[in-house]
């Protein structure tokens, strides 16, 4: 644009925007006109920056003004190409702010302006300008890398233009990120991470190409994003935490794919598996499991890239430790995606999709393991049989083989199979010679099953009934041994100490005697004479009698009669 001898100045704001107003309906003629118009918007503009216009949204006013006026409907390229010029060989950071504020609010009405600005060599020109106006004007900083980030997703980056990134500055924009971690919702927080995200996009673009075409691209391209996670992950762990809370946040398809990008780069590259807090990978794994449920079926390519990125997570980070996090979700997950749990009327899910659900599906903690239920200790305990019956109620894919298969007592073939040998190698098996007898193998072992104690029965106040002993067995009844010339010497008559005898019954003499139970309580001792007489009167009675006269009724001798010697009679 050509030099203008007229200035413009405002004295106050409402001033300011009656001289835009005049610039921006000023009629033009020639070349010279319209140069002189765009000059003098630009001027007033930069001067009323610091004075008028301190919110992006009065800035944004002043261009949306220049993109309708008849200036620019006019003469579109020429206006563009101008501006575009004037970014590259201007130095002074008001103007630059108007022209970048332009030219963004442009570039997103029509992509072919960022197209021109790649071709024209902007990206290096805000690579400059991005690492020199950093300390001295923030809100052009901020504006410079909104504006390259809205560049480069649009537009594939030359070879030459992206070998311009050094180390230095994508370690610059960590820094960054770094400095301002005590405020998350910072919208300079996040422009300076969209670069990150769609630089490293840039990177695995020309990975991709030079894969194809080894003309097109050096045939090793270094991803400076992942080079500097690698080397100093460490100590940029607010980025990490910042690209999961967008992920989280974003409703933007291409958005999401950015971030997917990275976290793919990130799982599966070795050094840079665990950069992720594993509270983080939590979160992470929640936020995919509510997106991959709340995709519609149109958004296949989104829903693609979530299951790429699923299973390198689960495989290869922190997640794959016990205790597994969310596994019964994810297996449920699977089974939705594969179309199982849906309806008839749902259409079927497509050849990649399953083809990716196998593949996390895949994962070893995420296979179904049979493994044996734990012994009952209670008689209340739940048996095999009832355990089936749960897991069938509930539908559960876990497998229950080992519940179907065991005895209480005894463990399922499939579970020895599964056991390790730590048998040491001396006792492996050996090859048998030919000839010998087959291995007869040895019997199952039985786990008998421990029983429990009975339960204590408890008193209704909380004391325990104590249990008496049982009274001791009464003693023996004493027996009075008495010899009969009848029965002759050697002879004994058992006599019971107390009831009816056997003579009593009318038994013979020298019949057996029943022995009758001592009652409780042995009566008094009588006196020793009378027991005496008693006795002598009864041998008395018994041998004057017959043969066949019995004894005296009533008589019983409960004295202990000492044994006489053979043939002596009895005192």
């Given at each position: 644009?050509?030099?203008?001898?007229e200035?413009?100045?405002?004295?106050?704001?409402?001033?300011?925007?009656?001289?835009?107003?005049?610039i921006l309906?000023?009629p033009?003629?020639?070349?010279?006109?319209?140069?002189?118009?765009?000059?003098?918007?630009?001027?007033?503009?930069?001067?009323?920056?610091?004075?008028?216009?301190?919110?992006?949204?009065?800035?944004?006013r002043?261009?949306?003004?220049?993109l309708?006026?008849?200036?620019?409907?006019?003469n579109?390229?020429?206006?563009?190409?101008?501006?575009?010029?004037?970014?590259?060989?201007?130095?002074?950071?008001?103007?630059?702010?108007?022209?970048?504020?332009f030219?963004?609010?442009?570039?997103?009405a029509?992509?072919?302006?960022?197209?021109?600005?790649?071709?024209?060599?902007?990206?290096?020109?805000?690579?400059?300008?991005?690492?020199?106006?950093?300390?001295?004007?923030?809100?052009?900083?901020?504006?410079?890398?909104?504006?390259?980030?809205?560049?480069?997703?649009?537009?594939?980056l030359?070879?030459?233009?992206?070998?311009?990134?050094?180390?230095?500055?994508?370690?610059?924009?960590f820094?960054?990120?770094?400095?301002?971690?005590?405020?998350?919702?910072?919208?300079?927080?996040?422009?300076?991470?969209?670069?990150?995200?769609?630089?490293?996009?840039?990177?695995?673009?020309?990975?991709?190409?030079?894969?194809?075409?080894?003309s097109?691209?050096?045939?090793?391209m270094?991803?400076?994003?992942?080079?500097?996670?690698?080397?100093?992950?460490?100590?940029?762990?607010?980025?990490?935490?910042?690209?999961?809370?967008l992920?989280?946040?974003?409703?933007?398809?291409?958005?999401?794919?950015?971030?997917?990008?990275?976290?793919?780069l990130?799982?599966?590259?070795?050094?840079?598996?665990?950069?992720f807090?594993?509270?983080?990978?939590?979160?992470?794994?929640?936020?995919?499991?509510?997106?991959?449920?709340?995709?519609?079926?149109?958004?296949?390519?989104?829903?693609?890239?979530?299951?790429?990125?699923?299973?390198?997570?689960?495989?290869?980070?922190?997640?794959?430790?016990?205790?597994y996090?969310?596994?019964?979700?994810?297996?449920?997950?699977?089974?939705?995606?594969?179309?199982?749990?849906?309806?008839?009327?749902?259409?079927?899910?497509?050849?990649?999709?399953?083809?990716?659900?196998?593949?996390?599906?895949s994962?070893?903690?995420?296979?179904?393991?049979?493994?044996p239920?734990?012994?009952?200790?209670?008689?209340?305990?739940?048996?095999?049989?009832?355990?089936?019956?749960?897991?069938?109620?509930?539908?559960?894919?876990?497998?229950?083989?080992?519940?179907?298969?065991?005895?209480?007592?005894?463990?399922?073939?499939?579970?020895?199979?599964?056991?390790?040998?730590?048998?040491?190698?001396?006792?492996?098996?050996?090859?048998?010679?030919?000839?010998?007898?087959?291995?007869?193998p040895?019997?199952?072992?039985?786990?008998?099953?421990?029983?429990?104690?009975p339960?204590?029965?408890r008193?209704?106040?909380?004391?325990?009934?104590?249990?008496?002993?049982?009274?001791?067995?009464?003693?023996?009844?004493?027996?009075?041994?008495?010899?009969?010339?009848?029965?002759?010497?050697g002879?004994?008559?058992?006599?019971s100490?107390?009831?009816?005898?056997?003579?009593?019954?009318?038994?013979?003499?020298?019949?057996?005697?029943?022995?009758?139970?001592?009652?409780?309580?042995?009566?008094?001792?009588r006196?020793?004479?009378?027991?005496?007489?008693?006795?002598?009167?009864?041998?008395?009675?018994?041998?004057?009698?017959?043969?066949?006269?019995?004894a005296?009724?009533?008589?019983?001798?409960?004295?202990?009669?000492?044994?006489?010697?053979?043939?002596?009679?009895?005192?």
């Amino acid at each position: 644009m050509a030099d203008s001898s007229e200035g413009w100045s405002a004295e106050s704001e409402q001033q300011f925007w009656d001289s835009l107003a005049e610039i921006l309906s000023s009629p033009y003629q020639t070349a010279e006109q319209l140069d002189n118009a765009l000059r003098s918007w630009l001027q007033l503009v930069a001067q009323a920056r610091n004075k008028y216009l301190e919110s992006e949204d009065n800035i944004a006013r002043c261009s949306q003004g220049l993109l309708g006026s008849p200036i620019f409907r006019d003469n579109a390229d020429y206006v563009r190409t101008q501006l575009i010029y004037t970014l590259l060989q201007e130095d002074k950071l008001a103007r630059l702010h108007v022209i970048a504020n332009f030219l963004l609010l442009d570039g997103r009405a029509e992509e072919g302006t960022f197209r021109r600005m790649i071709s024209e060599g902007c990206f290096v020109r805000l690579l400059e300008l991005i690492r020199s106006c950093g300390e001295q004007d923030v809100r052009l900083h901020r504006l410079l890398l909104q504006l390259m980030y809205e560049m480069v997703r649009i537009e594939h980056l030359r070879t030459e233009d992206l070998l311009q990134v050094d180390d230095d500055f994508v370690t610059y924009l960590f820094q960054i990120i770094e400095s301002l971690s005590d405020d998350a919702s910072d919208p300079y927080h996040y422009a300076v991470i969209w670069v990150l995200l769609v630089l490293n996009e840039q990177y695995m673009i020309a990975d991709a190409t030079a894969a194809v075409d080894a003309s097109s691209a050096p045939a090793l391209m270094t991803n400076r994003v992942i080079k500097v996670l690698i080397t100093a992950g460490s100590s940029y762990p607010t980025f990490g935490g910042n690209i999961i809370l967008l992920l989280n946040r974003e409703r933007e398809k291409s958005q999401q794919l950015l971030i997917l990008k990275l976290l793919y780069l990130l799982f599966t590259t070795p050094k840079t598996r665990e950069y992720f807090y594993t509270n983080d990978l939590k979160v992470l794994l929640d936020v995919i499991i509510r997106k991959l449920l709340d995709l519609s079926p149109e958004e296949t390519t989104l829903r693609h890239t979530y299951l790429r990125v699923l299973h390198p997570l689960l495989r290869y980070t922190q997640l794959n430790s016990h205790p597994y996090y969310k596994r019964d979700q994810i297996i449920s997950l699977l089974n939705i995606l594969r179309g199982s749990d849906n309806s008839a009327h749902f259409a079927p899910p497509e050849p990649t999709t399953l083809r990716l659900v196998e593949r996390v599906a895949s994962v070893p903690w995420l296979i179904d393991k049979v493994e044996p239920p734990p012994a009952p200790t209670s008689p209340t305990a739940a048996s095999p049989t009832d355990s089936l019956d749960q897991h069938s109620q509930a539908g559960s894919t876990v497998s229950v083989v080992a519940s179907a298969t065991e005895k209480l007592g005894v463990q399922a073939a499939t579970i020895h199979q599964t056991q390790p040998d730590f048998r040491p190698r001396s006792q492996e098996k050996e090859p048998r010679p030919e000839g010998s007898p087959p291995r007869v193998p040895p019997p199952r072992r039985v786990l008998r099953t421990q029983k429990s104690l009975p339960e204590v029965p408890r008193h209704r106040h909380g004391v325990p009934v104590v249990k008496t002993p049982p009274p001791p067995p009464p003693p023996p009844p004493h027996t009075l041994r008495l010899a009969s010339p009848q029965q002759g010497q050697g002879q004994e008559t058992q006599t019971s100490v107390n009831g009816t005898g056997a003579a009593d019954a009318g038994a013979p003499t020298g019949a057996p005697v029943p022995v009758k139970k001592q009652p409780p309580k042995i009566p008094p001792p009588r006196r020793k004479a009378r027991l005496v007489a008693a006795a002598a009167a009864a041998v008395a009675g018994t041998a004057t009698g017959g043969e066949g006269e019995p004894a005296e009724k009533g008589l019983h001798v409960a004295v202990e009669a000492v044994p006489a010697a053979p043939g002596a009679p009895v005192a």
